[in-house]
């Protein structure tokens, strides 16, 4: 049920107020009632809302009394205690991102400010009420000439004028520019207004006089249309004069008129009535319809010589063209402030339902905002004012990592509006937050539980667990490079470069080598391989004949194409088995040794090494085998070695060769069998890891 409320009175509002800001001044130097009498006349002249211009006279009254909430529920009821509080968080929010320490100001971090300000207006009326603070304090600037103008010039560009151009407030918007711009470019606004030769409301009425001139000819000639003119601000001149480089005589859209018909074929019938019965600069015809803008804008444009001998822009367009020009990719605010968009993909959405909101009679603040309305994100503050973009649920963590990675790791407590909280607290836009920091520190995996909710972002997320794998991977550095010193001990080759090894075995570095070995990757046979004598020098472990032409069946592994009964025997580095690729390596005196194609050894061989390569591919005989080794590591149990044991005989796989180590709790189990192909070694591997306490099972 509603609450029922008694009209407000301003005049008994101003009188109510009045004894509370006597004496009582602004940072910039202008009295309070004064002010808050400038704000009530602006938004007088743009919507009649008692409780919005009740606000704009009590703006002031949460500084002077004890208990502001209830002293004003009880004079002026809920929603207009909601107003002035929800401006006063607004307000405050606005002084800490104008009063950052060094040279850092709102005009350097405008999307980021503009973003907060629209995420904190829970009623937004209030953005109206701080548009017309600001266009007050511009005035007053004016009137006075007190320093701090051009600040203040600056910041309402970057931030407050665009806001109010994307709420289509555009009698304030004008203002706003204009006055920014005598304050922050005096020269060049003191030219372009003494180019103008005629106040602003000598240039208002000749348009005005065009329009209705323009409005007659369509009604005598049967064209429904809507006509409207705006005579363009010195702001808007000097932009262009700037963008295009043109001095002002150059200009002549200074005036314009837009015309809004029904349908494509009226635009152009409108343009032909114009031409027709005004003086055209044909010159500056554009056909927008037939050939659109990079950015989706249609109309038709085209200046004729207006009263005075002045130029006149004409725009044509369509119902649906304007509205697409007005909120769709191609709205004024899209191409004209020139700035790069970060505030996600509704925003379209909340300008067009902003301006809905504005428009309506009710009770703005009984409207309930569109689900798709609501902003995922937060805009928080650091200590020196500068607005941070977070992701909607964000922490403290997320704060500090969001700022810099190691501020994140050495992240220990954190302040928020200077009290302290814990770190898996949900902050909220407009809150000030401190990280409280170590010397030295390290994330702790309680981060990355979801159920203890301390991190929210998935970037927060990711720097976590990238701290955790490399403090896992120095580990397995420092552990591999320990396994390799001991295996180059044991074959006694410990004055074998690491370098030299790393390159010989395909690694790209010395860390890489010790990684390999470190998480088992990188055999003991291996290296005994890589730092032994070349590969031509190498025994062979079992010779075959090779045939004279491929149809030949006599058993045998490999054949060389080319080369009659040539000696070959597989190399114990790689261990290649069908149907792996494989190359042959012509040695001095010892026939082919027959390698996998990815070996390492092949890999690198200089270019005299590459000249002995040789083609080859394995026999057709399914009788043959191969050796091949394998590495399981499992959890130590009684029976493990039995069970594995038994896959072998049932696959009928002989067991050449085995050894064993173990690592902390684990075991590291390495067979040498004999298999016919690599189908059988998958089934193995795969019948393996099915038993009991086996963690993984390889190929080495």
Not at 15 to 41: C, K
Not at 194 to 208: F, H, K, N, Y
Not at 237 to 264: G, H, P, S
Not at 480 to 505: H, N, P, Q, S, V
Request: hydrophobic residues 40%; glycine residues 6%.
């Amino acid at each position: 049920m509603e609450e029922s409320k008694t009209p407000l009175n301003l005049a008994e509002v101003r009188r109510i107020i009045e004894p509370l800001y006597e004496g009582q001044v602004l940072f910039t130097g202008e009295p309070v009632m004064s002010h808050a009498e400038g704000v009530v006349d602006i938004l007088r002249g743009i919507r009649n809302d008692e409780d919005l211009l009740a606000a704009g006279y009590l703006f002031f009254v949460w500084d002077q009394l004890k208990n502001p909430k209830e002293w004003l529920t009880k004079h002026f009821g809920k929603s207009v205690c909601e107003l002035v509080t929800n401006l006063k968080v607004v307000l405050d929010v606005s002084e800490k991102a104008r009063s950052r320490e060094g040279e850092a100001k709102i005009s350097e971090q405008p999307d980021a400010v503009r973003r907060l300000l629209l995420a904190l207006c829970q009623d937004l009326r209030v953005v109206l009420l701080r548009l017309a603070s600001r266009l007050q304090t511009l005035r007053y600037f004016a009137a006075s000439k007190a320093p701090g103008a051009d600040e203040y010039g600056a910041e309402t560009l970057a931030l407050y004028s665009p806001l109010a151009n994307r709420l289509g407030i555009w009698q304030m918007k004008w203002e706003l520019e204009d006055l920014s711009l005598r304050f922050t470019k005096p020269k060049e606004f003191g030219q372009i207004a003494a180019a103008l030769e005629e106040t602003r409301e000598e240039r208002v009425a000749s348009i005005q006089e065009a329009v209705r001139r323009i409005q007659k000819l369509l009604v005598k000639n049967n064209i429904q249309a809507s006509v409207s003119g705006r005579p363009k601000h010195i702001y808007s001149i000097w932009k262009k004069m700037c963008k295009k480089n043109l001095k002002f005589e150059q200009l002549y859209d200074v005036r314009a008129v837009r015309i809004i018909v029904d349908t494509v074929e009226k635009c152009y019938e409108t343009l032909s009535l114009i031409q027709e019965n005004s003086e055209v600069l044909s010159k500056e015809f554009d056909d927008y319809i037939a050939k659109p803008k990079p950015n989706g804008y249609q109309s038709l444009h085209t200046v004729v010589v207006g009263s005075q001998g002045k130029p006149l822009e004409i725009q044509i367009r369509t119902r649906a063209m304007h509205e697409f020009a007005e909120l769709g990719v191609a709205a004024h605010w899209r191409y004209k402030e020139g700035s790069k968009r970060k505030a996600g993909e509704n925003e379209e959405d909340r300008v067009a339902w902003l301006r809905q909101m504005l428009a309506w009679k009710s009770d703005v603040q009984k409207s309930p905002t569109p689900d798709k309305l609501k902003d995922e994100n937060i805009y928080v503050l650091t200590p020196q004012g500068k607005v941070l973009d977070l992701v909607a649920g964000s922490t403290p963590i997320d704060f500090a990592y969001h700022l810099h990675t190691e501020l994140g790791h050495r992240c220990r407590g954190a302040k928020v509006d200077g009290a302290m909280v814990p770190l898996n607290t949900k902050l909220q836009s407009g809150q000030t937050v401190e990280i409280i920091t170590v010397k030295v520190g390290a994330p702790s995996r309680d981060w990355l539980n979801p159920e203890l909710g301390f991190v929210a972002s998935p970037r927060s997320r990711t720097k976590v667990r990238q701290w955790f794998n490399a403090q896992e991977m120095e580990q397995a550095i420092s552990a591999g490079r320990e396994k390799i010193d001991k295996d180059l001990a044991r074959i006694g080759k410990t004055a074998f470069k690491l370098e030299e090894l790393a390159k010989k075995l395909g690694f790209n570095s010395v860390d890489e080598l010790c990684l390999a070995a470190g998480k088992d990757e990188l055999g003991q046979k291996a290296i005994e391989n890589a730092v032994a004598p070349k590969v031509e020098e190498e025994k062979p472990i079992e010779t075959v004949t090779t045939a004279k032409k491929a149809t030949h069946h006599d058993k045998g592994k490999v054949l060389v194409v080319g080369i009659d009964s040539l000696l070959t025997q597989l190399a114990r580095c790689c261990h290649p088995v069908p149907p792996d690729e494989i190359v042959g390596f012509v040695t001095r005196g010892r026939g082919v040794t027959v390698h996998r194609a990815d070996c390492p050894n092949i890999l690198n061989l200089d270019e005299e090494g590459h000249d002995r390569l040789i083609e080859v591919s394995w026999t057709k005989d399914t009788d043959v085998s191969y050796p091949v080794e394998i590495l399981i590591i499992a959890s130590d149990r009684v029976g493990l070695l039995k069970d594995i044991s038994e896959i072998f005989s049932k696959e009928k796989q002989p067991v050449i060769a085995m050894s064993s180590s173990r690592n902390k709790e684990d075991v590291h189990l390495t067979f040498t069998i004999e298999i016919k192909c690599s189908d059988d070694l998958k089934r193995t591997l795969n019948s393996i890891r099915d038993i009991k306490g086996v963690l993984s099972a390889r190929r080495k």
